[in-house]
């Protein structure tokens, strides 16, 4: 759940220039976020499937996609639990949760590594 998590916020990040319209996951990979950052995806993950682990283990057992799934809700990018065809009550109670969380956003700071604002 959190390398899908962490992915995720790679690929819907812009790159400092975004001059190409490139992601972050164009130029870095999961190996150059900082470990502040790697610890607040983790507890971030943890804590949101504690929450919610009988309604994610219910819909479906595949922890990646949750945590795909939680970056993007939780960020307002158009996709994510609320429309994954889980039943709507599902849906909507985990993109409540997510949404709960407030936004973040990765950035690569002043050396390269990944870091999180928002």
Known sequence: MVKAYLHSAL???PTPDDAEHEHLDAWRDL???TPEAVIEATVICQVFYLRNARLLTAVNPDMSQHGHDLWLTRNHHGAGFWDRGYPQIVGD??????EALGERFAFAGVNGEVEFDG
């Open 93 to 98: 109670l985990l993109t409540a949760e997510a």
């Open 31 to 33: 190996e150059h976020y």
């Open 11 to 13: 690929w819907c990040s």
